[in-house]
DNA sequence: AACGATATGTTATGTTATTACGCTTGCGGC
DNA sequence: GCCGCAAGCGTAATAACATAACATATCGTT
């Protein structure tokens, strides 16, 4: 059976392309930067990474940061999608952690359900300094 | 002295006509939208409406909304940058409602002392149907 | 008046994202 | 097999969002 951080197989050459980049890196891509990555596997146009982005994302295998106008790769292969997830993204390394929070989505739902709100999809997202970063600064 | 929805004197003519187109709309505007409504005030350019957004939002009188790379006027002219703030952006009408929860950003601040991150800026953004709109809709 | 800080106006450019169109591929039903 | 459909792909063009670089102006302070 399957274990902890196996890739799904029925990508298509695209996804897996693009997925494989975003793995690869330290930090959050922005869809030009991947393309630049994957010239030499043949991609040309902006659209082919904004495609492959959106199954991805759709599928919980990449993650887009709005504040950042970036993707990452899903932290965690095991749970995707499985609520709301918060993003603390280091504007001195770029590295992004990934945690979810069920205080915090069970305190949205009951927002929410007060004033009758139906919530599709949130994004968090916390700028600020990690801890490596800080100590070194020190 | 001063009372709820008083704009501050101290800004300049395109800080003062870019709150105003802010707090004139009933949504977010995009910085392009806002432009083209001031063009017969005298804006020609991107970065009139821009810089005067930066200052507004450094101000805490407009917000960001990272997800839909547009702004919106501070709701509330009381409590400008008091805190974590959350927007519920609604796809049917695009209205936005702005509120401040102390749990969530307790539970954020727990969270960050926990590993040591120091945070500087958090946004949080909702997105889905507003109570009105799925009212329509049934 | 001289200075610095802040704001302004303008042009050009950079970056991010989508529209439109047509072709290809895989797959189920007949 | 072959039709038809859905999903994916490739390409070009363009739209939408944002900033760089540079010159000028305005205002409060000394």
Redesign the interface.
């Given at each position: 059976m399957a274990h902890s951080h196996d890739i799904p197989t029925d990508l298509t050459r695209n996804q897996e392309l693009v997925l494989g980049t975003l793995t690869a890196s330290a930090g959050p891509l922005s869809a030009y930067d991947i393309l630049d990555k994957l010239r030499g596997d043949g991609l040309r146009a902006p659209l082919q990474v904004y495609r492959a982005l959106d199954k991805l994302v759709d599928r919980g295998l990449a993650h887009r940061l709005?504040?950042l106008n970036a993707f990452v790769a899903c932290a965690d292969m095991h749970c995707h999608r499985k609520g709301l997830i918060?993003f603390?993204i280091?504007?001195s390394c770029g590295k992004v952690?990934e945690?979810a929070?069920e205080?915090?989505e069970e305190?949205?739902g009951t927002?929410?359900r007060t004033?009758?709100?139906?919530?599709?999809?949130?994004?968090?997202?916390?700028?600020?300094?990690?801890?490596d970063c800080?100590a070194k600064a020190a």
């Open positions: 709005e504040s918060a603390a280091c504007e952690d945690f929070d205080v915090i305190r949205l927002w929410a004033g009758g709100f139906k919530v599709e999809r949130t994004t968090m997202e916390i700028r600020g300094r990690c801890a800080l």
